[in-house]
């Protein structure tokens, strides 16, 4: 697996370690896509993005108090998620930062060593 990432000691929480073929190794497992909270990560199997919908992030969504924000990584390169589901999370008052996978996975370290209250839901490279 390659690039391989330093945790921060401040950040608590599920840490991306590395990115590779197989997909993103967080603590001691691999997925292939993931869905993170401040509290833990689990495998994810998302729809293609275009059909991606609210009810796709319910385990991100049941946090409480709610994240400030999603994180959604998009895959192999940035791509905008569907409006219907940005104006659903934004009526939660959660916002949505789409970006390219690698990117959300670091976006994920920086901002949790910060204490933030984010999720993020990773789709595959």
Do not use: K
């Not at 796709?56 to 990584?73: H, M, S, W, Y």
């Amino acid at each position: 697996m390659a690039p391989r990432f330093e945790r921060d000691p401040s950040a608590s929480g599920p840490v991306v370690r590395a990115i590779g073929p197989r997909g993103f190794s967080v603590d001691d497992g691999v997925y292939p896509a993931l869905l993170l909270t401040p509290i833990s990560a689990e495998g994810w199997t998302p729809p293609a993005l275009d059909a991606l919908a609210e009810a796709d992030l319910a385990p991100l969504l049941a946090l409480d108090p709610p994240p400030e924000f999603v994180i959604l990584g998009t895959g192999a390169t940035m791509a905008f998620p569907p409006r219907a589901l940005v104006r659903a999370l934004e009526a939660r008052g959660i916002g949505v930062e789409a970006m390219d996978s690698r990117a959300a996975a670091r976006t994920w370290g920086v901002l949790r060593a910060e204490e933030r209250w984010i999720a993020a839901a990773i789709m595959p490279l």
